[in-house]
């Protein structure tokens, strides 16, 4: 049985307003003014407005935003770092506007990690020992902290440095051993706020990588690590995130799967940070695909089967399915002349298999595949029911939308060609 999604971060309606009397911003009269009308009205500062969202074990959840939207008040929240004005945050079961301090420093102290930005190694502290830290604050003995702080550097890529001081590091590095010292707390709840800023592109696109495949690692241990990260790039974003909220003005303003961030910007907001992204890069072929109403049976006959593809965009070929959906094959136009012409009753010998993807398959995926026939090509899903077609047209598509699927004049080409077959064989039936 598969174990169902556990949430280990329930935020309810979360509001944090800076200034006097912050409640003023909470009252009916002003819950729903702009934060700009909030500062000018009352010196009010709304970072947080009505946020509400549940984070999964073992996921990777984007927070992004720009400059001044509530990201760090968020993550800060989270740790109880910063208290809200209002509203309720759940942390692996704690309430922690109910907890005690004793057992919100222990829940931080066992359980959730933070890498900053700029990350504050003691320079007095050899890399081993700014490691394992953390571990020295538990009051774990040196040899066991030790032992666990050099596996967190052999994870990052440090085996080498652990005697080495701070002072001796490159910023990629230093950030690195920020990281093994988060991860040597082996915490449930990482939150990353801006790890990655202040690192050069190429060294960045490192570290997003070595995430996403410690994040592998990490989960193929037992514990799952759940990952906070925060970001205003939104490629970062989309290469590391299982899923992403967008923050606007304090408001959480679209919470999807990448795909859909880029595929469907919830406002115009979203829309202008996806503008640049190339959709292919999150596109699967299950996003691609056209549906398909050019189908059959196995049990049908020829004739059917070119009605069928008369009555379809797609005719050059008819896609043959069970009474379940599960895809069976195609047939082509061609081959359903034959069939036509050698008098069978059914298309079922004259079915063949074509090249087939998968929903899940990537835009480069199918690429090659998609090129190199003229036809459409099936999609099914993982239990090989058909999904859909896909064809040159689909893929042109995801780059001008308003393309049309086929050519036109290929349509009435196949269309004319099948009219004549089936018009010459009524008339043969009729003398
Ligand atoms: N201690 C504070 N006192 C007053 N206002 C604050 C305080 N901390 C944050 N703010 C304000 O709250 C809003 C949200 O700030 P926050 O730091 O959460 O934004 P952010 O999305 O993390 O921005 P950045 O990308 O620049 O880090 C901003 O308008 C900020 O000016
Ligand atoms: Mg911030």
């Known amino acids: 049985m598969v174990a169902s999604p556990e949430?280990?971060?329930?935020?309810?309606?979360?509001w944090k307003v800076y200034g006097d009397d912050p409640e003023r911003a909470l009252t009916d009269n002003h819950k729903n003014s702009s934060k700009s009308d909030l500062q000018n009205d009352f010196g009010l500062v709304l970072a947080l407005k009505d946020v509400s969202l549940d984070i999964i074990r073992g996921e990777t959840f984007v927070v992004m935003g720009l400059s001044g939207s509530g990201k760090s008040t968020l993550v800060r929240c989270l740790n109880g770092l910063i208290i809200p004005t209002s509203g309720e945050i759940n942390i692996l079961g704690n309430n922690l506007s109910e907890i005690t301090d004793d057992e919100l420093t222990q829940l931080r102290r066992n359980s959730i990690a933070m890498v900053f930005q700029h990350y504050a190694l003691f320079p007095h502290l050899s890399v081993l020992e700014n490691t394992a830290w953390g571990l020295e604050i538990q009051g774990i003995g040196r040899r066991a902290r030790n032992q666990r702080a050099q596996e967190k550097l052999d994870l990052v890529g440090l085996q080498g440095w652990e005697d080495n001081y701070p002072v001796e590091l490159s910023g990629g590095m230093l950030q690195r051993v920020g990281l093994a010292r988060a991860l040597t707390l082996e915490p449930e709840i990482l939150l990353m706020d801006e790890p990655f800023s202040g690192l050069d592109p190429l060294i960045r696109r490192e570290m997003q990588d070595e995430l996403v495949s410690l994040k592998e690692s990490l989960h193929s241990g037992q514990s799952q690590t759940t990952i906070v990260f925060i970001t205003h790039d939104l490629d970062e974003a989309l290469k590391i995130g299982d899923r992403i909220a967008i923050m606007n003005g304090g408001e959480v303003v679209q919470l999807d799967t990448p795909d859909q961030i880029v595929l469907n910007p919830a406002n115009?907001?979203?829309?202008?940070?996806?503008?640049?992204?190339?959709?292919?890069?999150?596109l699967t072929a299950g996003d691609m695909v056209l549906p398909s109403s050019a189908t059959a049976g196995l049990g049908n006959s020829p004739e059917e089967v070119l009605r069928v593809a008369l009555d379809n965009d797609c005719c050059s070929n008819v896609h043959i399915t069970d009474d379940t959906q599960l895809f069976k094959g195609v047939i082509t136009v061609a081959n359903a002349i034959k069939a036509l012409e050698a008098g069978a009753s059914t298309v079922e010998e004259y079915v063949e298999s074509p090249t087939t993807f998968n929903a899940g398959d990537t835009y480069d995926d199918v690429l090659p595949s998609v090129l190199a026939h003229p036809t459409c090509l099936p999609v099914v899903d993982d239990d090989g029911q058909l999904v859909g077609l896909i064809d040159s047209t689909s893929l042109a598509a995801t780059w001008k939308p308003d393309r049309p699927r086929i050519p036109r004049e290929l349509a009435s080409i196949v269309s004319e060609g099948i009219e004549q077959v089936l018009g010459k064989r009524s008339a043969g039936k009729g003398s």
Do not use: R
């Open 268 to 282: 115009e907001y979203v829309a202008n940070f996806t503008e640049g992204v190339q959709s292919q890069s999150v």
């Open 7 to 14: 949430t280990v971060v329930s935020v309810d309606s979360l």
